[in-house]
């Protein structure tokens, strides 16, 4: 019987299946900055909710999809993604367009999805939205 981790063909660094650069702009982004990246992009919805709704639970999700999701497709990247030197593409390095970040988003707020990493360290909300977070030069 024949091994089933045998049929998955194996790469010796994130984004090497996808055609992606082993380190530098294009290459997968690490996890640290996606976690900051995050975190800004979670306050930037507290902070609006505190200021808008009273600090509504609902009205945190609501913004942080909605604000994440309208910077992606307008800019590539949220601004936690931005500030941290990372955008959104699609696997073969087009524009987001508005449908697969609003989807992204909507997977994330899901929490399990964002859990299940590939051997790309893609998450299942970047795997099912078709979306890979790669770093940019900034300059």
Do not use: C, K
């Not at 593409?89 to 859990?115: E, F, K």
């Not at 299942?124 to 300059?139: E, K, M, P, Q, T």
């Amino acid at each position: 019987m024949a091994n089933p981790s045998s049929s998955v063909p194996q790469s010796s660094y994130p984004g090497e299946r996808l055609g992606l650069p082993e380190s530098g702009p294009g290459s997968v982004a690490p996890f640290g900055p996606r976690v900051v990246g995050l975190l800004i992009d979670w306050g930037i919805a507290v902070a609006l909710a505190w200021w808008l709704f009273d600090y509504h639970p609902l009205a945190v999700s609501g913004l942080f999809v909605v604000i994440t999701a309208v910077t992606i497709s307008l800019l590539g990247g949220s601004i936690g993604h931005i500030a941290m030197g990372m955008r959104l593409n699609t696997v073969d390095g087009r524009a987001p367009g508005w449908w697969r970040p609003l989807l992204r988003q909507l997977m994330l707020m899901l929490i399990l999805p964002a859990l299940i990493i590939d051997q790309d360290q893609r998450g299942g909300h970047d795997v099912i939205s078709g979306l890979v977070l790669r770093r940019f030069a900034r300059g």
